[in-house]
C-alpha cells in the first residue's frame, strides 16, 4: 500500500491555473509535513522560469530536458525559508500530451537532485522511523490525468511506488504552532590542520558538538516537562472548531546540558587553531505540527530542527554576502579581529493560513525588497504589512584589533559600544589556538603531578 498525500484545496487551484504559455512543461515544489502514514501538502511553488530557456522551452515535441542545478538551487532558497515542521515533501511538473513519454526519467532525476542536495546541508539526521521518500506529481495540461509516485532517494536504484492523492479543504487552518527564543554563544575553533578548508566548511564542522547539545536539551513546553509520547493537547481546553489550532502558540524553553553527568568520563582534546568563531545573539525560532493526534516527541522534534536550520542558514547567508561583496572567505578568516551582523529573520504568513514562512533581511534590504524575493521564490502574492521582523535591526560593528593578546573564555573580546540586545555577531579570532593548547597541556600536567605526589 503506498502513501497518501492529503492536500490542500488551494494547492489543486494553485496547479490548475498554471499554464504552460508554449512551454514544453513547468515544474516546481511540493511543500507540506510528513507522518507515519500520511503526509499534508499545502503549498506548491513553481520554479522561476530562466529567460535563456524560454527559447527551448517552446518546442513540445523536444525531448523533456529539467535544468537540475537551477531546480535544486530554488529548493535551497525554499528551504531556508520553512520553519520547523515544514519540509520539501517532492516536486511536481505539468507537461503536455506530447511530453507524457518523456516525463518519468526526468522527474526522478530532478527529484534525486533535489533531495541529495537537501540533505546535504542539514545539521540532524532523518530518524529511523521516518520516511526517506519523496513525491513526483505528474499532470498532463490537456487532460487534466494525475499521477502520483514516490521515490525511497536513499536507494538510488528504487523503483516508483504509486501513492493516493486526496484533496481536503480546510487544511491550512489545521496547525499547531511552537515558539521559542534561543541564546546562543557558540566558539568554534579553526583547525589549523583543516587550513585548506572552506570557512563555511570549518563553521559546519564546528557546529556539530552545539547540534549535539540541542539535541539532547531539555524542552518545557508552557513551563512544563511532558512525556514524549505524550498528546501534545492533554491538559488543554478544548473547544468546537478546534481553536487550539488558532490560538496562542505552544511557548517553549530550551535547557542545553553545560557540564557532563558523573559517569561519563571526559577527555580533553588539544588542538592547534588558527583562529575561532564566536557566534552570539539570540533567535526566534517557530515550527508547526499538524493539529490531528499531535504527538510532544513529533513537535519538539519540529522545533529543534528549527532552531540547528536557523543557525546554519545565517551562517550560510553571511557567507554567500561575502562572497557577493567581493570578500573571500580566505581574507576574512586571516583577518584580525571582525564583527559581521548576520540576517534578521522575517516571517510572513501562508495566505489563508496561521502558518509562517520565513526569510532573512539584512540592515539596507527594504520591504518592497523581502517581498519581491517571497513572490519570486514563492509565487503567491505577499503584503508589505505582513512582514514581521522578528529581530530588531542593529548597526553593524566591524573592528580591527591587533592585540593578539589570548584569552582562553573570550571575556576580554572588543565588543561594540552599543549593546546589541538581538543581534547574531560573527566575530573572527586569530592566534590564541596554540597558546591555548599549552595552557590545556600545562593545567593536564599539574593535575598529573598532583595526583601522583598524593
Not at 533535489?114 to 521518500?133: A, Q, Y
Not at 561594540?416 to 593545567?443: D, M, R, S, Y
Amino acid at each position: 500500500m503506498g502513501r497518501t498525500y492529503i492536500v490542500e484545496e488551494n494547492v489543486g487551484q494553485y496547479l490548475a491555473n498554471i499554464s504552460l504559455q508554449g512551454k514544453a512543461f513547468v515544474s516546481g515544489l511540493l511543500i507540506g509535513q510528513c507522518s507515519s502514514q500520511k503526509d499534508y501538502v499545502i503549498l506548491a511553488t513553481r520554479t522561476p522560469p530562466k529567460e535563456e530557456q524560454n527559447e527551448n522551452l517552446k518546442h513540445p515535441k523536444a525531448k523533456l530536458e529539467v535544468d537540475e542545478a537551477w531546480a535544486t538551487e530554488h529548493a535551497n532558497q525554499v528551504s531556508r525559508m520553512l520553519p520547523g515542521g515544514l519540509l520539501i515533501l517532492g516536486v511536481f511538473i505539468i507537461t503536455t500530451l506530447e511530453m507524457g513519454n518523456d516525463f518519468q526519467n526526468a522527474l526522478r532525476r530532478l527529484e534525486f537532485a533535489v533531495g541529495k542536495s537537501m540533505n546535504k546541508k542539514r545539521l540532524w539526521n532523518f530518524t529511523e522511523e521516518e520516511v526517506s521518500e519523496l513525491v513526483t506529481l505528474h499532470i498532463c495540461s490537456s487532460t487534466k490525468k494525475i499521477l502520483c509516485r514516490t521515490y525511497d532517494i536513499n536507494d538510488p536504484k528504487s523503483s516508483a511506488k504509486p501513492a493516493d492523492w486526496k484533496y481536503q479543504s480546510g487544511l491550512l487552518t489545521s496547525w499547531l504552532s511552537l515558539e521559542c527564543t534561543v541564546h546562543i554563544n557558540i566558539h568554534i575553533p579553526l583547525s589549523s590542520t583543516s587550513a585548506s578548508y572552506t570557512l563555511e566548511k570549518n563553521t559546519k564542522n564546528g557546529l556539530a558538538r552545539w547540534a549535539k547539545q540541542i539535541e539532547d536539551g531539555v524542552y518545557l513546553i508552557n513551563g512544563q516537562v511532558k512525556a514524549e509520547d505524550g498528546d501534545l493537547l492533554e491538559g488543554q481546553k478544548k473547544s468546537r472548531g478546534n481553536a487550539q489550532a488558532t490560538g496562542h502558540p505552544f511557548d517553549v524553553r530550551v535547557l542545553t546540558q553545560l557540564l557532563l553527568s558523573s559517569d561519563r568520563r571526559s577527555t580533553a582534546t588539544v588542538q592547534i587553531c588558527s583562529g575561532s568563531i564566536n557566534l552570539k545573539g539570540a533567535m526566534k525560532c517557530r515550527a508547526y505540527v499538524h493539529s490531528s493526534k499531535p504527538k510532544v516527541k513529533d513537535a519538539v522534534q519540529a522545533l529543534k530542527r528549527d532552531i540547528l536550520n536557523t543557525v546554519a542558514d545565517h551562517c550560510e547567508i553571511l557567507f554567500e554576502d561575502l562572497l557577493l561583496n567581493e570578500i573571500p572567505p580566505k581574507k576574512v578568516m586571516n583577518s584580525e579581529n571582525e564583527f559581521h551582523i548576520l540576517p534578521h529573520r522575517v516571517f510572513v504568513p501562508i495566505p489563508g493560513s496561521t502558518v509562517t514562512l520565513s526569510d532573512y533581511k539584512f540592515g539596507d534590504e527594504s520591504a518592497e525588497e523581502m517581498r519581491d524575493h517571497f513572490i519570486e521564490m514563492l509565487d503567491h502574492r505577499i503584503q508589505i504589512e505582513d512582514l514581521e521582523i522578528a529581530e530588531e535591526i542593529s548597526t553593524a560593528c566591524v573592528s580591527s584589533s591587533m592585540n593578539t593578546e589570548p584569552s582562553l573564555d573570550n571575556t576580554n573580546d572588543e565588543q561594540p559600544k552599543q549593546p546589541i540586545k538581538t543581534t547574531i555577531v560573527l566575530k573572527i579570532q586569530h592566534n590564541i589556538g596554540v597558546i591555548a593548547a599549552c595552557a590545556v597541556a600545562v593545567l593536564a600536567a599539574g593535575i598529573s603531578f598532583h595526583y601522583f605526589s598524593d
